[in-house]
Each structure stands twice: as structure tokens, then as C-alpha cells.
């Protein structure tokens, strides 16, 4: 059973509440009023459980009857039209038993019933007294239950008339700021003399819960009903008042904003009439004179000028003006004509480079000579696109930051590494929600100048997708013909980059777009050699790490051998980043040994190393004790400069299979087919017969099984591991070799021939086997590197031969030339001395 009072239109809770005063309401006339009877002291009664809402005394409420156990209880009321009225204690529970009922109640005039089509039944009831439940009689087929009224005292003294006095001023103004209570409440509420009557209409009138609403029919006392339901009031008016406060608010800024939307239409008007389109703006007024001292391009001042105009006549609080704002400002800030001085003193860029680097000297060689053609013809030449190719750790950033602190031009850098979209180089258009410039126009913002050093880190880290391709964006960006009206599509303007000096770097050319290579002059960066690693730690390294771990006072140094040790045992890489660690590392430990108040060294030693950087991680020269049978070292070109590549081959009885292992390539399997192709053509030379293949399984592995390997370079260092087994003639230990071989023999060219030569160097390789094609790339070998290596030029297997193995192949076995085999050596060798005579620069 429901009432919805708090839902009530004001016009329904005004009938109510007149037929509450007794103004007649139908369906309660004299035939069936039971008002005139008096109540019995103690009487039975049929009671209705109420889910949420409480009927008051002498206060007409609708009642909404749809449970079975209601409906029977109100048909046998009929007959007295009297029935007890009793609120649950959880209005959840669908059949009360009696411990679910409150305690008080009220005891009702039935009045008119309306049964309407979803079989409930909708009753108009008013309050007579309040009953105590005494004794429940029944629970099935309805609830009965035996009640006693209770009396209540209608006496008015001096604090009763004080307290409604009260209650009527607290209730007036909880009226006049709900907006769904009627005014007339307060009326009929100064119309009521008695305390409790007043009570009961104001708990029945104003918003309460159920649990309150009950809480006030409990309370017997009209002068505690009074003072309850004053502390009721006194909360609802709080609450009302801050309603109210926050409303008004809201108002004043609505009004606020409709008034100075007409007075702004007002001054449009006004200075469209006076022909002032941007009079009282101060923010266009401040464009329009930042505009007029700001030097750029007739296109870009158009631009700016046209969008300051449309600026002039929006709203600006609309949003297209804070877009068209935000665009004006871009072309503001951006540098147009400001540039610095370039520093052409050829000596002094040659001071500040050799200060800052250690060797490196074609680098510094082709910046030198920029400066002084630039100090010849006036600035007339194109500034070059310079790409720094090398290693991990070989200095390519560090050295483009020393170049532009010798010139004087301000350094910036923005990695492309990673990039998918074009946009990021070319900026989004302005019809996109958030666009921006590319992050080429955002770096020479920052810049502030039109001819800084630019450089873009990782050109060949970047990617491509369905977003566009980044690399193809940047072919404007680096060609000196087109890069003098580059356009981003933010700004939608020419904006000129030809100024700029761009250096990008990257640690290998392979993923580099043939197109984009073709616009860049590339310098490579080789790795370092140990005493260029050693001569780099006591000049930069050492003092840079004594500074960062606060050591300057504690005077340490490292001997030279324990740089070399370190160099040799706890590094192997081809720049000097994981040397400066294993530095770092040493200077922390001796950092906190003074921190603690210990004893430390001075000077660190080789025999020292142990303690602090604990056992060595790497074996130095990387080669085998003794000479193997079936094992020959090649070498790989790889992103840290090149390594060592052991490729081992052992023989089996079997049917003929090959085995390839080590995660091997499509082109390197096919190198270890044409090897042993080659060393079946040549098994009657090598004294093998025809049918021994057949008989035997092959199995050639590649060491490091977990890293992919593939190209043509391990074709003669298969094909001599090979023959290695087949004849069981050991392989020179100190011998590396790299070249591509034919089914006939003959040894072709291969690429990344320095990073290969400098990895066997590292690795303590004294023979290095390298095609006779390759002879021109020795000029690029640093002459410290040729000296320590026998380097031999092979045409064919046969010279591969001849310079790798330990020993003469076995007694008619030889291959097709007769020489002895250190005559062939010598022969080798005075080619090779030949080659570099002829290649190598005076």
C-alpha cells in the first residue's frame, strides 16, 4: 500500500488539505462518517500495513491498496468503515508478518474507493487518533489487531504558543522557497489552533522520509512533536537556502553572459557603422601590433593579416575564434628572419672539436671544410644534408652539438624514431579537432631562429603504416632545392628551412628509403679503437663521471692498464657508453667508501677491477685455445659495429642430409648449399670419393642460435669449416675471413668490410681473409688496424685455403696450384701490401 504525496500537484494537496480542515470532501458524508462515534478505549480493528507513507490524524491522505491481504482487510472495514493504519518497518518486504509493523498507528475514516483497471484500489482516508497496537490477533487472511487510542492534550501555554510561533515562521519560509509546496499551506497552517493538529499537517505538508515522518506520529507530547519537527524545518530551510544560493548564481551568470552578448552584438553594430572592426578587442589589438613589428614572409603577413580581420569579426568567446587566435600566434611566434652569426674562424671550430673529440678526423675534416667555403662565398652555398652513420655510443649526437657550439648556431634535436604518421613532420590541417604544426615547425619554434642545427635522431628507426609515411614527408624537408618553401599543412604557408644545417643520424643505412639516402651526404662513424677508447676515458669519461659522483676533492685516477683491462674484460661493444658505465660504477662505490667515512683508493689498479666490478664479462680476443678441426671464425656486420661469428661443422654417417642451425636466413642457407656444392666439385682434389656424401650427414652451425643471421658474407668461412672436416686439417685459431663464394670457387665483394675488420681487431684476430674486390674499401681502415692484421686479398677458395688452415691439406689432395703453401702466403701478402699502397691516401 503506497501514497505518492510527495509527487502530488499543488492543486491536489490544496483539496486535500481543505477537506483536512473540513471543508467536505465526497465519498465522506454523514451516511458513512464514523467521526461523530466515539472510539472505544479498546477495540479490534482490520489494519492496513502502509509500505511508504504514514497517515496523520485528521489529515486526508490517498491510499493505493494492491496486496490481497489489504484489499480483504479493507472490504470487512466496510461495514464500520473504520480500519487501523500501521507503517512497515522495511518497506521492502512483501508480506509483513506482525514483528514487521511499527508499533503506532492511526486509525482511519474510510472514504471514497476507486477500483481502477490494474486491479488496485485507490482509497481516500482521514486520520481520526493515533492507536497503540496492543495485541496482534490475526496475520492471514488479513491482519487484526486489538488497539488502544491515544489521547492527546490540546492545552496552549505561553512555551506551546512560543514554539508554533516558531514552527509557522520556519514553515513560512520553507514555502516560499519550494517551489512544490503551495502557498495555501502556510495559510491553512495559521488557521490551526491546536499544537499537535499543526504538527501533523506540517510533518504531512513539508518533504520528510518515512522513518521521520514516523518518528513524529510516535511522538504522543504535541509541545516535543513541535520542537522535533522545528529541528525538521530548521534543516529543510538549510538545505532550501543553499538551493537557492547556488541557483541565483547560476542566473546572475546566464544573465551575465546574455547581457554582454547583446552589448557585444550592440558594438558590432557600432563599429561596423564607424568602420572600427576591433575597437574595445585587446586581443586583436594586440595581434595587429605584434604583426606590425614582426619581420616575415608577404605570405605569412597576408595570412596573419587576413586572420586577424576574421578574428576582428567573431565572438570571442565562440570557438572557432579561440582556433583562429591560436593559429595567428603560431605564425607570430615562429622565427621568419631572425638568425644568428655564424662563427667561420676555421681554427677556432678546429680547437672546439678537437677539445670536445677524440679522433673522428673525417667528420671533423667535412666540417672544417663547410666553414671555409662558407667563409669564401658570403653564405651564397646550400647548406648540406650531413648523415652520421655508426654504432650505438660512437658520439653522432654529441659531435652535432659540438658543431653548433663552433659555429655559434643554437643546437636542437627531434628523434624520429618510432614515427608511423606523416603528420607528425607535416602537421595535421586546420579542419581537424586539436591540429597542430608538425614537429619540424614546433622544433623551430623553440629554436627561435631560421638557421640552427638541426638534428634528426634515428632516421632509420622510423616506420609506416596506413597513416602515411614519415620517410616520404621528410624528402622536402632535406632537399635543398624544395626545402626554401617547405609547407606544413597547419600553417598552410611557405616557411623556409634552406637555412638550416641538418645533421640526422642512424645506426645503419639498410632501412633508409633509397630516395631519402640519395638527398643525404653520409659520413661513417667507425667504432673506436682501444687506444682511442683508452685516450677518449682519461680526456672525457673519467673526469666527466669523478664529476657527476662528487669526487673532484678525492683526487682518484685509473692506471692505464686498468682502463685496457676494463676496455678488454668488462666491455664489448664499438662506442665507449657501456666503458663509461663500468667507470660510473667504480666511481660509486669509491663515492660511497668516502660517504661512509672508510678508507678508499686513490688510484685504481687492474689487480683492483674484481672488487669493483666483480669477475670479467667477456674473454679477451674471443678465440679458441688451440686450432679446431671443422671451426673457422667469420665476422658479422651488426648494430653495435660487428662481432665474431664461429660457424662449426661436424660430420656424421648417414644418407647424405644437411643440417643448418643458429636461425640461419634464406641467403645464408643458400651460401652453406653453394660451400658444399663447392667441396663436392673439389672431394677428388681433397683425396674423398665421389660416394663419400652419400654416406655422411652434415651438420654446420652458427654459435649465438638465439640471434637471426642471414646474408652471403659466411660463404668462404663454410666452405673452409667444411673442408676443415672433410680432409681433418685444423683452422688457423687467429684466422677471420669474410667473402661470398661461387660454385667455382671464386670469392665475391661484401659490404660492412670496416665493421668487420674492426671487430676481428677487438677480438685479437691476427689473419683477416677479405675479397680481392674489397681491396679499395682498406682506404677507410684506420693504419694502426692494418698494421696489427696480416690482411690477405682472396680471388679464390684456393687463397682462402692457403691462409686459413693450420696445416698442408693431405698428400694428393692438394687443390689445382702446386706452390708451397707459404709461398702462396707471402705471394698473398705482398698483394695485400700492394692493394693498400695503391688505395691508401699519401
Not at 139 to 155: C, D, G, K, L, Y
Not at 472 to 493: G, K, T
Not at 642 to 656: A, F
Request: charged residues 25%.
Amino acid at each position: 500500500m503506497a501514497a505518492n504525496q510527495d509527487y502530488m500537484t499543488p492543486d491536489i494537496r490544496n483539496w486535500l488539505m481543505a477537506a483536512s480542515l473540513g471543508d467536505g470532501l465526497p465519498g465522506f458524508g454523514a451516511e458513512n462518517d464514523a467521526r461523530g462515534r466515539e472510539l472505544p478505549e479498546i477495540f479490534e480493528s482490520p489494519v492496513l500495513p502502509l509500505r511508504d507513507t504514514v497517515v496523520f490524524p485528521r489529515i486526508v491522505t490517498p491510499l493505493t491498496v494492491g496486496r490481497e491481504r489489504s484489499l480483504r482487510a479493507m472490504e470487512v472495514a466496510t461495514a464500520t468503515n473504520i480500519v487501523v493504519t500501521v507503517a512497515q518497518r522495511n518497506p521492502d518486504v512483501p508480506e509483513p508478518k506482525p514483528s514487521d509493523m511499527c508499533e503506532i498507528g492511526t486509525v482511519v475514516d474510510m472514504g471514497r474507493a476507486l477500483r481502477m483497471p490494474d486491479g488496485v484500489t485507490t482509497l481516500l482516508v482521514r486520520g481520526r487518533a493515533r492507536v497503540r497496537i496492543m495485541e496482534w490477533l490475526q496475520a492471514t487472511p488479513f491482519m487484526v489487531a486489538r488497539v488502544q487510542p491515544i489521547p492527546e492534550s490540546n492545552t496552549r501555554t505561553p512555551a506551546t504558543e512560543a514554539l508554533m510561533r516558531a514552527v509557522l515562521a520556519l514553515f513560512e519560509k520553507v514555502v516560499r522557497l519550494n517551489q512544490n509546496l503551495p502557498e495555501e499551506a502556510y495559510v491553512y497552517a495559521l488557521n490551526i489552533s491546536e499544537p499537535g493538529w499543526l504538527a501533523d499537517l506540517i510533518a504531512y505538508t513539508i518533504p520528510l522520509d518515512i522513518a521521520q515522518r514516523q518518528t513524529i506520529l510516535e511522538t504522543v507530547e504535541p509541545i516535543n512533536r513541535l520542537q522535533k519537527l522545528g529541528v525538521l524545518l530548521a534543516k529543510e530551510l538549510d538545505v532550501l537556502e543553499l538551493e537557492d544560493r547556488i541557483a541565483l548564481q547560476v542566473q546572475n551568470e546566464v544573465d551575465k553572459s546574455q547581457r554582454e552578448m547583446f552589448l557585444r552584438e550592440q558594438m558590432k553594430a557600432i563599429q561596423s557603422e564607424l568602420g572600427e572592426s576591433e575597437a574595445g578587442n585587446p586581443d586583436v589589438q594586440a595581434l595587429r601590433e605584434r604583426l606590425s613589428q614582426k619581420e616575415m614572409s608577404e605570405a605569412a603577413r597576408s595570412k596573419a593579416q587576413h586572420e586577424i580581420d576574421r578574428l576582428a569579426r567573431m565572438d570571442p568567446l565562440s570557438p572557432e575564434a579561440t582556433l583562429t587566435r591560436t593559429y595567428v600566434e603560431w605564425l607570430l611566434n615562429l622565427p621568419w628572419r631572425e638568425q644568428t652569426d655564424d662563427n667561420l674562424d676555421v681554427k677556432h671550430a678546429e680547437r672546439v672539436l678537437n677539445e670536445r673529440h677524440y679522433g673522428l678526423s673525417k667528420v671533423k675534416e667535412r666540417v672544417l671544410e663547410y666553414i671555409s667555403v662558407r667563409k669564401l662565398s658570403g653564405g651564397q652555398m646550400h647548406s648540406p644534408i650531413i648523415c652520421f652513420v655508426g654504432p650505438p655510443g660512437t658520439g653522432k649526437t654529441s659531435l652535432a652539438r659540438s658543431i653548433a657550439d663552433s659555429l655559434g648556431r643554437k643546437f636542437v634535436r627531434m628523434s624520429v624514431g618510432g614515427i608511423h604518421d606523416e603528420a607528425e613532420i607535416r602537421g595535421h590541417r586546420r579542419t581537424y579537432i586539436g591540429a597542430l604544426p608538425g614537429r619540424i615547425m614546433q622544433t623551430m619554434r623553440r629554436a627561435g631562429v631560421i638557421n640552427p642545427l638541426f638534428v634528426l635522431d634515428e632516421i632509420d628507426k622510423m616506420g609506416e603504416d596506413f597513416r602515411g609515411d614519415p620517410a616520404a614527408a621528410l624528402l622536402e624537408v632535406l632537399d635543398p632545392e624544395q626545402n626554401s618553401e617547405f609547407e606544413d599543412h597547419y600553417l598552410d604557408v611557405p616557411y623556409d628551412l634552406s637555412k638550416v644545417l641538418w645533421i640526422t643520424t642512424a645506426n645503419w643505412l639498410d632501412p633508409v628509403p633509397a630516395p631519402l639516402r640519395d638527398r643525404m651526404e653520409v659520413i661513417e662513424f667507425p667504432g673506436y679503437l682501444e687506444e682511442e677508447k683508452l685516450e677518449i676515458a682519461k680526456r672525457f669519461l673519467i673526469p666527466r663521471q669523478i664529476g657527476e659522483n662528487g669526487l673532484r676533492e678525492a683526487k682518484l685516477t685509473l692506471t692505464d692498464e686498468a682502463i685496457k683491462q676494463v676496455i678488454r674484460e668488462y666491455t664489448y661493444e664499438a662506442g665507449v657508453r657501456n666503458l663509461e658505465r663500468e667507470i660510473g660504477t667504480i666511481c660509486r662505490k669509491v663515492a660511497r667508501r668516502l660517504a661512509e667515512g672508510r678508507s678508499y683508493p686513490h688510484r685504481i689498479t687492474a689487480a683492483q677491477l674484481y672488487k669493483y666490478l666483480g669477475p670479467p664479462q667477456f674473454d679477451f680476443g674471443m678465440l679458441d685455445e688451440q686450432d679446431q678441426v671443422g671451426v673457422a671464425n667469420g665476422v658479422a656486420w651488426t648494430d653495435a659495429g660487428g662481432d665474431l661469428m664461429p660457424i662449426e661443422v661436424v660430420l656424421m654417417e648417414g644418407k647424405g642430409n644437411l643440417t643448418l642451425t643458429g636461425q640461419l636466413g634464406d641467403v645464408m642457407q643458400e651460401s652453406a648449399q653453394a660451400a658444399l656444392s663447392y667441396a663436392r666439385s673439389i672431394a677428388r682434389r681433397l683425396g674423398l670419393k665421389a660416394n663419400r656424401f652419400d654416406k655422411m650427414d652434415i651438420h654446420i652451425h652458427v654459435a649465438e642460435g638465439a640471434v637471426p643471421k642471414d646474408g652471403p658474407s659466411a660463404g668462404i668461412t663454410i666452405a673452409t669449416a667444411l673442408v676443415s672436416a672433410l680432409t681433418k686439417v685444423p683452422v688457423r685459431r687467429d684466422a677471420a675471413m669474410t667473402g661470398e663464394i661461387t660454385l667455382r670457387g671464386r670469392v665475391l665483394p661484401i659490404g660492412g668490410l670496416k665493421e668487420k675488420i674492426m671487430a676481428a681487431h677487438r677480438a685479437g684476430v691476427h689473419t683477416f681473409i677479405l675479397p680481392k674486390k674489397n681491396a679499395k674499401d682498406l682506404a677507410e681502415i684506420p693504419k694502426k688496424v692494418q698494421r696489427d692484421l696480416n690482411l690477405v686479398l682472396a680471388a679464390t677458395m684456393e687463397d682462402v685455403l692457403d691462409a686459413a688452415l693450420a696445416g698442408p691439406l693431405p698428400s694428393g689432395s692438394k687443390p689445382a696450384r702446386t706452390r708451397p703453401q707459404s709461398t702462396a702466403r707471402s705471394q698473398q701478402k705482398k698483394s695485400a701490401q700492394k692493394a693498400l699502397r695503391h688505395v691508401q691516401p699519401s
